[in-house]
């Protein structure tokens, strides 16, 4: 493993240029020559524009807005348990978790980037079966899925797109790919799209039919990226910086 290599690949997922199958592992394989190859195509483009090639990587991870820090996960909110995966959601609900939201969910994320513990353990969704009591998270699809939500979007519409009175924001956003980094160390989850999505990812990624869910298909502080697919890539980005 080469470090300096591997400080470069680091700054490459920061800025959104994806290594989905080796990360920032400190070598130099077709995987980061063309994350580095991509990056200069848009060094390029910014310096060229009529001339640059164009890529199919996913937007640049978004830099914090507001300055807090990172919080961290109580070790008793993390017994041990197996997990394949993690499905991030939004509650539909209040900028606040309610009692409701908190029976669904392991970990949720209220508008200010504060942690609120679910009432099911983590470990009642391990593998190999759920147990009694489990955080029914997201239609079959919770044995071995840990389901973290942020907290908002009531009354929320698809199409024209509506934010509704209770966003999401940029904190809860950031500080969902805290939350993510932290359970995927904890219980050696690698990033994937596989194992890390929103919960509009899982019948497309998994193959698990849902029942229309879009959450996260929008981001209302940023309307520039749309799409689950493309919302999920920047997501995954943001958390394999942090690993």
């Known amino acids: 493993m080469n470090p300096s290599l591997q400080k470069t690949q680091k700054r490459l997922l920061m800025l959104g240029f994806w290594l989905p199958k080796y990360g920032a592992d400190g070598d130099y394989g077709d995987e980061a020559d063309d994350a580095f190859n991509a990056a200069l195509d848009q060094l390029e483009k910014l310096r060229s524009p009529a001339d640059a090639p164009t890529t199919s990587m996913p937007p640049p991870v978004p830099t914090t807005t507001v300055d807090i820090k990172d919080r961290v996960i109580p070790a008793t909110w993390m017994p041990d348990a197996k997990f394949i995966g993690i499905v991030f959601h939004w509650t539909a609900g209040q900028n606040k978790a309610s009692d409701l939201d908190r029976s669904h969910y392991h970990l949720l994320i209220e508008s200010d980037g504060k942690h609120v513990r679910g009432v ?12 009694a009591g489990y955080a029914a998270h997201t239609l079959n699809c919770n044995t071995g899925f840990i389901g973290v939500s942020l907290c908002g979007m009531a009354g929320a519409v698809e199409s024209p797109f509506r934010a509704g009175k209770q966003p999401i924001t940029r904190v809860q956003w950031d500080e969902l790919a805290n939350v993510l980094a932290q359970l995927c160390k904890r219980y050696g989850i690698k990033v994937s799209r596989k ?25 209302p502080f940023d309307t520039s990226i749309q799409g689950a697919a493309a919302i999920g890539d920047q997501m995954r980005a943001m958390v394999q910086s942090k690993l």
């Not at 099911?120 to 147990?131: Q, W």
């Open 120 to 131: 099911p353990s983590i470990d009642l969704n391990s593998l190999p079966k759920a147990k």
């Open 195 to 219: 194992t890390v999505l929103s919960h509009a990812e899982v019948q497309t990624n998994l193959g698990i039919k849902q029942k229309g869910k879009w959450d996260i298909a929008r981001l």
